[in-house]
T-cell receptor, first 111, second 112 residues
Framework: DGGITQSPKYLFRKEGQNVTLSCEQNLNHDAMYWYRQDPGQGLRLIYYSQIVNDFQKGDIAEGYSVSREKKESFPLTVTSAQKNPTAFYLC??????????FGQGTRLTVV | DQQVKQNSPSLSVQEGRISILNCDYTNSMFDYFLWYKKYPAEGPTFLISISSIKDKNEDGRFTVFLNKSAKHLSLHIVPSQPGDSAVYFCAAGSPHGQNFVFGPGTRLSVLP
């Protein structure tokens, strides 16, 4: 089945640690996105990539980093520089028609 | 400044009635609009889309209306069902994935 997979579903991080969230898609989409959702704030764009080996910062990129070495994979690293990392993170890929397909999300909690 | 606005954070509707969710945008370059539905702790799922060359698109119980001059779109759900209770996000952008912008969402509650 084609789709987009995020893992893990729940993630706990100690303060000061970096952590990487996985996002994999087998939809052959070029464009992939990372969003963060906080209560009452909808989806805010962190980073996006429209082609392998290229990515751009979104609205709230500070404290995050990404890579796009393969078309299928767009991992997001939450670094220790991110001041408030506890949130629900969503990965999406978008087809040529503009329809976005979302993963199930990763809930990150800093303990 | 938000480019996509959903001014109603929540909406309650009786089962069987019509639900109308509204969305306004400010960027006249947007030419493709989508609605997503989201349940708690899950990723959003696509509902319906409309391109700027149309003013209406219908799919079963869901209809999206676009008023380009007013930069306004709305999602109508008729008849509303309890399973429609979720958060609905409006999104705007261009078909080739240029920085899709999402609204803050509207929480719909359909009461039995």
């Amino acid at each position: 089945d084609g789709g987009i997979t995020q893992s893990p579903k729940y993630l706990f991080r100690k303060e000061g640690q970096n952590v990487t969230l996985s996002c994999e898609q087998n939809l052959n989409h070029d464009a992939m996105y990372w969003y963060r959702q906080d209560p009452g704030q909808g989806l805010r764009l962190i980073y996006y990539s429209q082609i392998v080996n290229d990515f751009q910062k979104g609205d709230i990129a500070e404290g995050y980093s990404v890579s796009r070495e393969k078309k299928e994979s767009f991992p997001l690293t939450v670094t220790s520089a991110q001041k408030n990392p506890t949130a629900f993170y969503l990965c999406a890929s978008i087809d040529l028609g503009g329809e976005a397909f979302f993963g199930q999300g990763t809930r990150l909690t800093v303990v | 400044d938000q480019q996509v606005k959903q001014n109603s954070p929540s909406l309650s509707v009786q089962e069987g009635r019509i639900s109308i969710l509204n969305c306004d945008y400010t960027n006249s370059m947007f030419d493709y609009f989508l609605w997503y539905k989201k349940y708690p702790a899950e990723g959003p799922t696509f509902l319906i889309s409309i391109s700027s060359i149309k003013d209406k698109n219908e799919d079963g119980r869901f209809t999206v209306f676009l008023n380009k001059s007013a930069k306004h779109l709305s999602l109508h759900i008729v008849p509303s069902q309890p399973g429609d209770s979720a958060v609905y996000f409006c999104a705007a952008g261009s078909p080739h994935g240029q920085n899709f912008v999402f609204g803050p969402g509207t929480r719909l509650s359909v009461l039995p």
